[in-house]
Every structure is written in structure tokens, then in C-alpha cells.
């Protein structure tokens, strides 16, 4: 039995974990990797205390931190979580948890062009990270999907290997942040498409073109999909409330709409999709659950801890 189950290793999950742990909590963390999405980001310069560190590093060390803490991590995916009496029983593939509470911190997937050739070459062109991808479009031609920062950081990205990059956007102007707009239009290597979509990605045994709603194909060696992401709720129906977006509704203490399980990170309801927004809301959600266990115990608890 543990006090809490943390569902999730990027920073909303590893965040929790340290803090969590830091409160004699019996912490398990359950998630397929380790970082989530930020492993896929090569340099994040926005973390308040952190000039610049790549997406990896900052993982190794939200890690690292959790596991000296002593939470233990285990890489398993969620296959279903129910709720008996006042705990809960978390079933992956091969095993079985029993939890006091659970904190949902499993962000986000990302989100498919859904058009013909898209499955056929996933891992043989198709690709959804530019970080993870970009060294193998070395002196080839890759085309980048998206009109927001996560495509414009991966058009630079890809800018200093491939030998062309086009940057598809079905919209009429780009969505990201000015720096990073003024940087990829600087770039000779980049050619921006714009009200431009893929309808088709063609190829043998690996991408060659795709066809456009232009009418023209344009040849490529690669596709990389930056259109944002999407929840997976296969774990979420009936067990909490979502909004219209899939999102988990929390409260301002972290809360679902069931007691005893919280929710952080990318896959709530909050607006904003940050690293540290994330952090703080795992912290959030950890000291909240530790809160809830007191007064289950019949103790005070902490809230609020300045009082």
C-alpha cells in the first residue's frame, strides 16, 4: 500500500515525487519514460534559476532528485485505475498497486495529422519529435508541420542538419513567440508554406513526398508533426470529471472531482502548458494529498502551511 501513486515522470510527476517523498510519503511513480515531453526540447532557457539546460538534463535531474528523496519509479504503463472505499487499485499490464491517493500527471500525446501514409511511415519518415529526429534528415529535406512555437523550434532544429526545411502551416501567419519567428525567417534554409496542409505522405520503404492541398506534392525525406497534443483519457472516463478539451477540471489545491485523487501538469485544465507551471502545480498536488491523508488520520494537516 502506498500513501500516494503518482501517475506520470515528466516534471508535474517527478515534482510531486520530490515533494511527496520529502514528507515521508511512501511514493511510487508509474510512467513509460522519464521527462515526458521535455526530453524532446533541446534547450530550455526559461526555468527560473536555469540559464540554459537541454530537456534531458533537466529530466536526469528532476530524477535523480525524486529517487534521493526516496520515491521509487517503476516503468510501466497505466492501464486502469479504480477507486474501492478509500483507496485506490492502479492495474498495469503485469501488475497491481494498491494506493491512499493518486496524483494524474501523465501530460499530454501528440497529436496526428490523421491522413493517408501517416501510420504506414511512423518511424520511417514520420516523426514527432525534431529534437529526437532531426540528425537523421543530415544533408535530406524534411518538412515540419505546425504553425506554433513547438514548430518553430523544430524548424531551427532541423535548419542545422537538413539540407532544406519547409515549414507547413495551414493558417495564414505563424503563432510563436516573436524571437523565434525572427530566427526562423532568418534562417536561408527554411522555406515557410503558409495556408498550406498535407493531405497524403507517400514513399516505398521510406517517405519520399507528400501531396499538398495546393495540388502540388513537394519531395521530402521526412515529416515531423508539431501540432500540439492531445490527453489520453482511456484511464479518465468515469473516474473524473473532464472539460470539453479532455482536460482534468482541478480546483486551486489541485483536486479533482473525486476526493483522494489529484491532478498536475499539462493534462489539467489550467491554460498555460509550462515547465515550471507544471512543477508548481506537482508540488501543489503532493503537499494536497499529504494534507489529505492528515485529516483522514484525524490531524490538522497543513493547510495553510504560513499560519
Known amino acids: 500500500m502506498y500513501d500516494v501513486v503518482i501517475i506520470g515522470g515528466g516534471p508535474a510527476g517527478m515534482t510531486a515525487a520530490i515533494y511527496a517523498s520529502r514528507r515521508g510519503m511512501k511514493t511510487l ?19 527560473p534559476g536555469l540559464d540554459l539546460i537541454s530537456g534531458v538534463d533537466m529530466a536526469k535531474k528532476f530524477f535523480a532528485q525524486a529517487k534521493k528523496f526516496g520515491a521509487t519509479f517503476m516503468f510501466e504503463e497505466v492501464k486502469e ?10 492495474k498495469t499490464a503485469g501488475n497491481k498497486y494498491e494506493a491512499k491517493t493518486v496524483i494524474l500527471a501523465f501530460g499530454k500525446k501528440p497529436r496526428e495529422l490523421g ?19 532531426a540528425p537523421f534528415f543530415k544533408n535530406k529535406h524534411v518538412a515540419i508541420v505546425g504553425g506554433g512555437n513547438s514548430a518553430l523550434s523544430a524548424a531551427v532544429v532541423c535548419s542545422s542538419y537538413a539540407e532544406k526545411t519547409y515549414l507547413i502551416y495551414r493558417g495564414a501567419d505563424l503563432r510563436g513567440e516573436e524571437i523565434l519567428l525572427d530566427k526562423v525567417k532568418s534562417l ?25 492541398n495546393t ?20 484511464v479518465l472516463d468515469d473516474l473524473v470529471k473532464l472539460d470539453k478539451a479532455n ?3 482541478i480546483d486551486s489545491k489541485q ?8 491532478a498536475a501538469g499539462d493534462l489539467t485544465d489550467t491554460p498555460f ?22 485529516k483522514l488520520e484525524g490531524k490538522k494537516g497543513i493547510m495553510a502551511d504560513w499560519h
Do not use: H
Not at 485505475?81 to 492502479?90: G, R, Y
Open 273 to 294: 502548458k509550462q515547465i515550471v507551471i507544471a512543477s508548481a502545480e506537482g508540488a501543489k498536488a503532493a503537499l494536497s494529498a499529504f494534507d489529505y491523508l492528515q
Open 188 to 212: 536561408k534554409n527554411v522555406e515557410i508554406l503558409l495556408n498550406t496542409e498535407i493531405t497524403k505522405i507517400t514513399g516505398d520503404k521510406k517517405v519520399t513526398s507528400v501531396d499538398l
Open 215 to 234: 495540388g502540388k506534392p513537394l519531395a521530402t525525406d521526412g515529416v515531423i508533426v508539431e501540432i500540439g497534443f492531445v490527453i489520453d483519457r482511456s
Open 29 to 47: 511513480v508509474l510512467s513509460s519514460d522519464i521527462g515526458g515531453q521535455i526530453t524532446k526540447t533541446d534547450a530550455i532557457e526559461n526555468y
Open 247 to 249: 482536460q482534468v477540471i
Open 115 to 133: 491522413v493517408p501514409g501517416e501510420e504506414e511511415f511512423k518511424g520511417r519518415g514520420v516523426s514527432y519529435c525534431a529534437t529526437c529526429d
Open 81 to 90: 485505475i479504480k477507486k474501492l472505499k478509500e483507496k485506490f487499485t492502479i
Open 255 to 262: 483536486l479533482t472531482s473525486t476526493p483522494g485523487i489529484f
